[in-house]
C-alpha cells in the first residue's frame, strides 16, 4: 500500500546524484501500437447528438474497434461511437478527448489534477513515471503526486510542488523535519551532513532534537553538538562525549619534554602537568587541548600555562592562533604563556640538538607581541639567573624547581 502525506518542503543546495527507477505496471496489450496498424482513410466520420462514428467505404460504421485516422488513435465502442473523456477497455483506463483522439505520451489534467498516459495510451497508475528526467508518481486512480511524501516498494520519497520527486532536500511536517538522499530515499537511522553540520534522523525519519544519540547530543536545532558540556560530558570537536576530567588544583602547566622534567622535579598537588617527550603544535591540537578543555569543562576558572615550541620553532603562529582560540571560548579561564627557555648550545650540538638561542629569541618575540601581559618570560630569568642543563636542551632538577618558582610567582 502507498501512503501520501503532505508536508512543506524546505530545501537545502546539494548536489545533483541519480534518481531510483521508475517501477514498471504490469504488461498489457499495446492498443496504440495495433491502432496504427489498423489505419483508414477511405471512409469519414459522421457526428449525430450521441457522439463521432466512423464509417466505413462500404457504409458499415466501425465497432469494437482500434484505429488510426489521419495519423491520430481512436476507439470505437460497441454501438459504433469514438470514446471520450476516461474509458475502460480490458481493465486499462485511456483517455480521449472531445474528439474522440487518444492520448498516448501525454499528461491530462481533469478537474485541477494531473495524470498521465502512457505511450501505450494508458494511465499510470501506483507506479513511477520518469517524463524528461524526471520521476513522478501516480496513484491508484492515476492523480500525480505533489507537494507530499510517497511510500513506495517499502521505501520513502518526496515529491514537490510540480510532482517531480527531489532528492537532497529538508522537508518539514507538524514540526518534524525529514531528510531525503541523493536517490530521493529518506534516511532513517542514519547522519547526514548539511551546510557543515551533521543531523541524525531516527526510526521513521523524523531529525532527532535535544536528545542523546549514542555518544553524541543534538541541540534543539538538530545540529550534533561540539565543544561543550552536556549533562556532566564534554563534547570534543567532532560532538563525541568524554567524561569531564576532576580537578581540584588550580594550576594546569602543558608542554613538551621540558614540562615533563618540571613534572619529575616539583611535587605540588594544587598543579597538574601535562606534558610530553618531542611533541609539539601537533600534539597540543589533537591530544594536549583537549586534555586541557576537559579539565576546564569541570573547573571553567583554572590557571592554564602553556609551555610548547622548542620542538618546532617554525610554528609560532600556529601555537598563537590555538592560544587565540581557547581564550575565545574558555573566557572565565586565566591563561598564560612560557617563553621558550635558553639552551646550551655547545652542549645541545654534542648530543645531536640543531636549536639555537637566536631561533627561540624570535618565537618568543612573536609570543610576546601576541599575548603581552600573559607572556612569561622565564628566557630572561634564566639567562639572568644561571641554569643548568643535562643535554644542553633539559635542565637538572635544580633548574626545573627554579623555573617553577619564576611560574609561581607569575601567576598567583
Not at 496489450?29 to 466520420?45: D, H, L
Not at 532534537?209 to 549533562?231: I, P, Q
Not at 610554528?315 to 627557555?341: C, D, E, G, R, T
Request: aromatic share 16%.
Amino acid at each position: 500500500m502507498r501512503k501520501l502525506m503532505r508536508p512543506a518542503l524546505f530545501m537545502i543546495a546539494a548536489a545533483a546524484l541519480v534518481l531510483l527507477p521508475a517501477r514498471q505496471s504490469q504488461a498489457a496489450v499495446n492498443m496504440i501500437a495495433q491502432a496504427k496498424e489498423n489505419k483508414v482513410s477511405t471512409g469519414k466520420f459522421v457526428k449525430n447528438s450521441k457522439g463521432i462514428r466512423y464509417r466505413y467505404k462500404n457504409g458499415k460504421y466501425a465497432k469494437n474497434k482500434w484505429h488510426s485516422i489521419g495519423g491520430k488513435i481512436y476507439y470505437f465502442n460497441s454501438k459504433g461511437y469514438a470514446e471520450t473523456g476516461w474509458f475502460e477497455y480490458k481493465k486499462n483506463t485511456y483517455y480521449a478527448n472531445s474528439s474522440g483522439v487518444v492520448s498516448a505520451g501525454k499528461w491530462v489534467t481533469k478537474n485541477k489534477k494531473k495524470y498521465y498516459m502512457k505511450s501505450n495510451g494508458i494511465r499510470a497508475e501506483k507506479e513511477w513515471v520518469k517524463k524528461d528526467g524526471k520521476y513522478y508518481y501516480f496513484d491508484g486512480k492515476g492523480v500525480m503526486a505533489s507537494k507530499c511524501q510517497v511510500t513506495s516498494g517499502g521505501k520513502h520519497y518526496y515529491v514537490g510542488p510540480d510532482g517531480a520527486r527531489k532528492s537532497n532536500c529538508w522537508v518539514v511536517q507538524k514540526g518534524k523535519r525529514y531528510y531525503f538522499g541523493k536517490n530521493g530515499v529518506r534516511y532513517e537511522n542514519k547522519w547526514v551532513r548539511a551546510n557543515g553540520k551533521y543531523y541524525y534522523l531516527g526510526k521513521n525519519g523524523v531529525m532527532a532534537v535535544s536528545k542523546w544519540v549514542g555518544n553524541y547530543y543534538v541541540g534543539s536545532d538538530g545540529a550534533r553538538k561540539t565543544n561543550c558540556v552536556v549533562d556532566g560530558y564534554r563534547l570534543d570537536s567532532t560532538g563525541k562525549r568524554t567524561k569531564i576530567t576532576k580537578f581540584s588544583g588550580k594550576y594546569l602547566i602543558v608542554g613538551d619534554s621540558r614540562v615533563v622534567g618540571m613534572d619529575s622535579a616539583v611535587s605540588d598537588s594544587k598543579t597538574k602537568f601535562i606534558g610530553k617527550v618531542f611533541m609539539g603544535y601537533s600534539w597540543l591540537k589533537s591530544t594536549a587541548g583537549p586534555q586541557v578543555e576537559s579539565y576546564l569543562a569541570g573547573n571553567p576558572k583554572l590557571t592554564v600555562v602553556f609551555a610548547f615550541g622548542v620542538n618546532d620553532l617554525g610554528n609560532v603562529n600556529s601555537y598563537i592562533s590555538y592560544y587565540k582560540s581557547l581564550q575565545k571560548k574558555y573566557p572565565k579561564a586565566k591563561f598564560y604563556y612560557l617563553s621558550v627557555n635558553p639552551v646550551n648550545e655547545g652542549t645541545a650540538a654534542a648530543y645531536g640538538y640543531q636549536v639555537k638561542n637566536s631561533q627561540i629569541k624570535t618565537f618568543n618575540k612573536k609570543l610576546k607581541s601576541a599575548f603581552g601581559g600573559k607572556y612569561l618570560n622565564s628566557y630572561s630569568y634564566l639567562t639572568k639567573n644561571g641554569f643548568s642543563t643535562a643535554d644542553g636542551v633539559h635542565y637538572t632538577a635544580a633548574t626545573y624547581q627554579k623555573l617553577y618558582k619564576f611560574i609561581k610567582s607569575k601567576i598567583q
